[in-house]
């Protein structure tokens, strides 16, 4: 193509350097955000699938529930039952009680009435017996004088000895009526103590038989009481299972739908990684077209400092300063205690030694420029500029947008970076910073070859303002 025909053609590969490059940015855009949706769509699936086995066990806890509160009706209103006809016989042992404790008390004080009849007869009786002794000794009186009268008197003393002999006998029957008298008033004595005893243990009975009934009629409103709370919890344990079931299937039909949201966001997820891959491939070509896109002088210094960095190995190499096993050692050893984790190689020392002064200059070439740093063929990042390679902290936040060194970046732009082999590679992605902020960013890379074999990338990202 003449001269000038390319020179005035420059102009629109310039516009579409640039239309590229905003179509890639609008992309890598929506494919970020794409992250996110489908972030949360996992997330809530995830959670979807916690809840449903959530709303599972409630349903058999709920089963569980209802069997035992039904049981525990049942058992509630039988024991009402023998409750109420335990209350029944124990009121009508009660009252028999009260009857028969009011029987002991007439008893107790029909003995001491008894008693003082007895008293009273003992009394009579004495008065008989004194009586007796009296006609005895009238009559014995007059059959003296019955005798001194002689035959006009015989009459007479036979009268009075039939009345000294009735004397004697009443006098007799006195004593033995005295003496069983005073048998039977012993034991109305001892038969009044008992009677009293007994009576003062029936007062206690009485009241202990109404303290009683007061207690049962407490316990059989409590069981009752508690029979109508197990009914009411039985209707609520079925009304809970009736609004579970309700749930279940609503729940399924959103974990269904959700499911079928987060399917749709991984297709198109997957259909935008195609089209970034386009359109870097379209970026990637309008930078090749021309010589004075807006990346041009990057990829010149991206590809300048990548020889460089292999050039200092090489030279590591010849002077035994590190072997090729150790150069392309890939067991990442962690480091305790750190987060983000960073890791050792056996390379990691001597790019600390080759890496700052390649890296900390390249900050100056532009100020678009954001970092430069060289990745190994899986991500991993040995040496970041001195801005990111603070220690680390506490703060896992801090630390993530601080502490970059050492650490393995195998997302799509790191791993692409670190195995690409052509001259140069052109992407553009979104920078975690930490804390939830991202950057747009580009990142340019070139390959860095040692003795013929691929190491990995150096990358030089820079912003689109």
Not at 40 to 67: F, W, Y
Not at 199 to 221: H, K, M, P
Not at 256 to 281: C, F, M, Q, W, Y
């Amino acid at each position: 193509m003449p001269v000038h025909e390319r020179l005035s053609s420059q102009p629109d590969v310039d516009r579409l350097s640039s239309a590229a490059a905003a179509l890639g940015y609008e992309i890598v855009d929506i494919a970020g955000f794409l992250d996110l949706v489908e972030a949360h769509a996992h997330a809530q699936t995830s959670g979807l699938k916690v809840i449903t086995a959530r709303a599972r066990d409630m349903t058999t806890a709920n089963a569980d529930v209802r069997e035992a509160v039904q049981s525990m009706a049942q058992q509630t209103e039988a024991t009402v039952t023998d409750v109420v006809a335990s209350a029944g016989m124990v009121r009508e042992t009660g009252e028999k009680s009260r009857a028969v404790a009011g029987w002991v008390q007439q008893i107790s004080h029909r003995t001491e009435e008894v008693a003082d009849t007895l008293n009273a007869v003992k009394r009579n009786n004495q008065q008989i017996a004194s009586i007796a002794t009296q006609v005895n000794t009238l009559a014995i009186n007059a059959k003296i004088e019955a005798a001194r009268a002689g035959e006009a008197g015989r009459g007479f003393a036979v009268v009075a000895e039939a009345i000294n002999e009735l004397s004697r006998q009443t006098r007799g029957a006195a004593v033995q009526i005295t003496s069983n008298v005073d048998t039977l008033t012993d034991w109305i004595s001892t038969l009044g103590h008992e009677a009293s005893n007994i009576a003062e243990q029936a007062s206690d009975v009485l009241n202990a038989t109404g303290a009683t009934d007061a207690a049962l009629g407490r316990v059989e409103a409590s069981v009752s009481a508690a029979d109508a709370q197990a009914k009411r919890i039985s209707e609520q344990a079925q009304r809970v299972d009736a609004a579970i079931s309700d749930f279940t299937p609503a729940l399924a039909g959103i974990e269904n739908a959700v499911k079928g949201t987060t399917s749709g966001v991984e297709e198109t997820h997957v259909r935008v990684l195609n089209l970034i891959d386009t359109s870097e491939a379209i970026v990637q070509s309008t930078a090749l077209l021309g010589q004075n896109t807006a990346d041009a002088h990057f990829i010149h210094e991206v590809t300048r400092l990548a020889a460089q960095v292999a050039a200092r190995m090489e030279t590591a190499l010849s002077r035994g300063e590190i072997s090729m096993s150790r150069l392309f050692d890939r067991s990442y050893r962690p480091i305790p205690y750190t987060n983000p984790e960073q890791f050792l190689t056996e390379s990691t020392g001597l790019m600390d030694q080759i890496m700052p002064d390649i890296q900390e200059p390249a900050l100056e070439f532009d100020p678009k420029i954001v970092f430069c740093a060289a990745v190994d063929v899986n991500g991993y990042l040995p040496s970041h500029n001195k801005k990111f390679s603070q220690p680390q902290t506490n703060d896992p936040v801090w630390n993530t947008a601080n502490c970059r060194n050492r650490q393995i970046f195998d997302d799509r732009v790191g791993l692409k970076a670190g195995r690409n082999t052509e001259p140069f590679l052109l992407q553009v992605y979104r920078r975690d910073m930490g804390g939830g902020a991202f950057k747009m960013m580009k990142d340019l890379s070139a390959p860095i070859f040692v003795q013929g074999r691929h190491w990995g990338g150096l990358r030089l990202a820079y912003s689109f303002d």
